[in-house]
């Protein structure tokens, strides 16, 4: 990928920032508010106006910034953040294949290795790999271009009562849940179906057609996304 634009190529709060946008915004790119921003990157809302005012404020600008009305990214923004996310998934996928680091461990420690890697490194990363396309949780690698691919997951609570379903990612920010999805053998590629009538404290699921019922909390089951099963997706998804 390109390398870095000139404001500050060695902050790692300005990285922070736009990777963060560009994980809220979604495919959809829809503006982030403030509020969002905060709880995600865990500061005061009071440093992320400042913060965005001086993302806006650069030439080229990194973010299209309105008080009240939320931010989105810039192209130069993206670009940035892009490649920051790349580095990121490229690490997490390093980090578990090859130096045995468990899928609840990768996350922080590429979290601090994201903003010092070279472009050089990163290509070797990514030829030892294989150039895979996701992370261990399952999350879409953005290609060296730039370009972004794209999938249409769905929230598991958002999901249909009987459909059968397929992790497709999962949240990997809570490193407690993601050991307690391991222990119940829910990572990406793992079938499941939601048994009807369990939408209230919790969901009733059946793993990869085991006849034996899991149940999980509303909490773990934000946490995971999916995508129908070949042949599955309802018509009013």
């Known amino acids: 990928m390109a390398s870095k634009t000139a404001l500050s190529s060695?902050?790692?709060?300005v990285d922070d920032y736009l990777k963060a946008i560009l994980e809220l915004s979604g495919p959809e790119e829809k503006r982030v508010t403030s509020n969002a921003l905060a709880e995600h990157l865990g500061v005061r809302a009071a440093s992320v106006t400042g913060m965005l005012q001086k993302l806006a404020s650069q030439r080229p600008s990194f973010v299209k910034y309105e008080k009240h009305h939320g931010v989105r990214l810039a192209e130069a923004g993206k670009r940035r953040a892009l490649e920051v996310l790349r580095h990121h998934r490229l690490l997490?996928?390093?980090?578990?294949?090859?130096l045995g680091y468990s899928?609840?461990?990768v996350h922080e420690e590429?979290?601090?290795?994201?903003?010092?890697i070279s472009e050089r490194l990163e290509d070797r990363i990514a030829a030892k790999l294989g150039d895979p396309e996701v992370d261990p949780h399952g999350h879409l690698i953005p290609?060296?271009?730039?370009a972004v691919p794209f999938r249409k997951e769905f929230p598991l609570l958002k999901w249909v009562c009987g459909v059968p379903a397929v992790i497709s990612s999962v949240s990997d920010r809570d490193p407690s849940a993601l050991r307690e999805m391991q222990r119940l053998g829910l990572v990406?590629?793992?079938?499941l179906v939601i048994d009807p009538g369990t939408r209230n404290a919790s969901l009733v699921i059946r793993i990869g057609g085991?006849?034996?019922?899991?149940?999980?909390?509303?909490?773990l089951a934000g946490e995971i996304s999916?995508?129908?099963?070949?042949?599955?997706?309802p018509d009013s998804q």
Do not use: K
Request: aromatic residues 8%; hydrophobic residues 30%; glycine residues 6%.
């Open 10 to 13: 060695t902050s790692e709060a």
């Open 92 to 98: 997490e996928r390093f980090l578990h294949e090859f």
């Open 103 to 105: 899928w609840d461990e």
């Open 110 to 116: 590429a979290e601090r290795l994201e903003h010092f």
């Open 143 to 146: 290609e060296r271009s730039g």
């Open 188 to 191: 990406p590629g793992v079938s």
């Open 210 to 219: 085991e006849s034996d019922p899991v149940r999980l909390s509303q909490r």
């Open 226 to 233: 999916v995508i129908a099963s070949p042949g599955s997706l």
